[in-house]
Each structure stands twice: as structure tokens, then as C-alpha cells.
């Protein structure tokens, strides 16, 4: 089966860019995460949808920050304008729904360096 | 105080020793215990899933929760350098609130051969 996929897995970009992270989740998975991991703060949620909603976006750090998820089987997350402070690993992380427990898969990460 | 504390190490153990990892944390309503394995540059993957207190094992891995003390451990009997990775605790309240999981930092930890 195939996992989270996560697109691009490096990215470095100038200061000011916009920078769009993509994943497409598990298919058959109703709930897709996206987390921010740093060696300060450890892995944090930003937001969660369930059933292509967003229902908790209270992570999401700043308005510079934004998340969609059109359809089952894609999200992306946004950032416009990007900040050196921004740079981290980024995971998108599925499950198959709400009462499935907190069996979430996580993919292998986006790299974003912002210089 | 941070809701989920977990000492970073670095942890080294040579190959076969016994790995004892460890959480502690300050909210009492959490009732789901989780421990993630995540390998350099690669995502977590969730190696054990407890509710509430009680011991669960799984090969060569048991995790421990004692939820009178706030205090959860995992270990690792007959380690081996495959083992080597950054451990990760996660906890979850019950309910509608199941999916926010809130992890600690991590112990890295390097089994030698």
C-alpha cells in the first residue's frame, strides 16, 4: 500500500517567496493532518481536517500560513510570505476517521529551509 | 511546565542491553498513549497504542502507563543497531478531542554493535 505522500521533500527558498507544500493521504483515510517538527518545539499540529474540512486550524502560526484540502485525495499547505523562521520539517499525517482511535501514518516529511 | 516532558538524551547502549525510555506529563485527562519511532529524515511511525493504564507488549517492546503517577515508559528488550532512532512519546485526550496529539521532543537513541 502506498503511504502519505508528501511533495517536494527539499525545499529551500529566499525570504518573501511563497512556498506550497503537497500530500496526498492514504486512500480510504477521512483525516488528514499537517505538523510542523524543530529541534525548540518538537512536532506541533497546525490544522486538521476531517472529511475535507477543516475543523481545528488553532495551530496554524500566523495568517502568512494557509491549508486547503479540495478533495480526499490532496492538501496542500501554504506560505506567503515565507520567513527564515519558518524553516522546519512539515508532515502530512492521515487516519481513517474520527472514532478510528489515533492510529495516524505520517509521511516522510517536506524540508523547508527559507534563507 | 510543559504538558508532555521527555529527556532527549542522547541515549547509547550497546548491542542487546535493555532500553528503558520515559514520559511524564501533567494532564490528567489524557487517556491514549502512543509511542513513534522515527528513523533520521524519515516520518514517525507508531510502534506502541495504549488506553489507559496497564502494561502492553509486542515483541520485543512493552509499554507501561501508569497514569496515578503521570508517567509512561517503553522498553526495549534485546536491542538491537536497528533499533537506533529517535523515540517519540504522543498522548490524547478521550472523545472529540482524540486527534490532537501532543508529543514530546523525542530520545534518541543509538544501539552499538
Redesign the interface.
Known sequence: DAG?IQSPRHEVTEMGQEVTLRCKPISGHN?L?WYRQTMMR??E?LI?F?NNVP??DSGMPEDRFSAKMPNASFSTLKIQPSEPRDSAVY?C?S?TG?LS?????????S?LTVV | QKEVEQDPGPLSVPEGAIVSLNCTYSNSAFQ?F?WYRQYS??????LM?TYSSGNKEDGRFTAQVDKSSKYISLFIRDSQPSDSATY?C?M?TSG?S????T????TLLTVNP
Open positions: 502519505v483525516s493532518f518538537g512536532l499540529l486538521y476531517n475543523i481545528d508532515f499525517a487516519r474520527q482511535g489515533n492510529t495516524i501514518y505520517f509521511g516522510e516529511g524540508w | 491514549y502512543m529524515r524519515k516520518g514517525p511511525e507508531l497504542y517519540l504522543a490524547s472529540g482524540n486527534y490532537k496529539l508529543f514530546g521532543k523525542g
